[in-house]
């Protein structure tokens, strides 16, 4: 099973649409969870983190389930500006030799949005 | 808003040639980190880096590279001898803490082109 597996795309949809991205991660030690877009050849941004009791932020609505160790990222009323690459990140935070994990982000592969007018 | 800054952009070398690709990360913050990005696949960690130390590092992260802070606000990757499949974008990233909450912040990257 990969680290962090996400829906492949790419995902075509009219503006104004609400589309759902889902995300599933292997290591159940995984402590934070992040949600990144990364526009063509540009580095990865971050667009929110993941909690628990799930979280909003404007037009964006994350979930974590930690029981089936799964992601999701739902973006209502699409914006042309949506259009990008979204990638699940987790944080595994193991331990190591020296003790713990810093920050060794895992990425997913990313799922390919496209916004049409 | 703070930003993690990154030189040169891009980089061709020569295969064989050492390189050093130069990060200055936000200033507060106290964990840095490498990723890189061969074109067309995902984001890959390579090295982090605490209190002037490695932290972790993967297994791409082989004898060629190395990281330094040289000074309080440079953060360096050196590849010594680099091959065709070093060919990638290559990312800053800094964090001011482990990561458990705050996230890490990228720099724009450095695309790295071995002939």
């Known amino acids: 099973r990969k680290e962090v597996e996400q829906d492949p795309g790419p995902f075509n949809v009219p503006e104004g649409a609400t589309v759902a991205f889902n995300c599933t991660y292997s290591?159940?030690?995984?402590?934070?969870f992040f949600w990144y877009r990364q526009d063509c050849r540009k580095e990865p941004k971050l667009l929110m983190s993941?909690?628990?009791s799930g979280n909003e932020d404007g037009r964006f609505t994350a979930q974590l389930n930690r029981a089936s160790q799964y992601i999701s990222l739902l973006i209502r009323d699409s914006k042309l500006s949506d259009s990008a690459t979204y990638l699940c990140?987790?944080?595994?935070?193991?331990?190591?030799?020296?003790?713990?994990?810093?920050?060794?982000?895992?990425f997913g592969q990313g799922t390919i949005l496209t916004v049409h007018p | 808003e703070p930003e993690v800054t990154q030189t040169p952009s891009h980089q061709v070398t020569q295969m064989g040639q050492e390189v050093i690709l130069r990060c200055v990360p936000i200033?507060?913050?106290?964990?840095f980190y490498w990723y890189r990005q061969i074109l067309g696949q995902k984001v890959e960690f390579l090295v982090s880096?605490?209190?002037?130390?490695?932290?972790?590092k993967s297994e791409i992260f082989d004898d060629q590279f190395s990281v330094e802070r040289p000074d309080g606000s440079n953060f360096t990757l050196k590849i010594r001898s680099t091959k065709l499949e070093d060919s990638a974008m290559y990312f800053c990233?800094?964090?001011?803490?482990?990561?458990?909450?705050?996230?890490?912040?990228f720099g724009d990257g450095t695309r790295l082109s071995i002939l």
């Open positions: 290591n159940s030690a995984s402590q934070s």
């Open positions: 990233a800094s964090s001011s803490d482990r990561g458990l909450r705050q996230p890490q912040h």
């Open positions: 993941v909690y628990s």
């Open positions: 880096f605490y209190n002037n130390e490695i932290s972790e």
């Open positions: 990140v987790v944080n595994p935070m193991t331990a190591n030799a020296g003790g713990t994990s810093y920050g060794k982000l895992t």
């Open positions: 200033s507060n913050h106290l964990y």
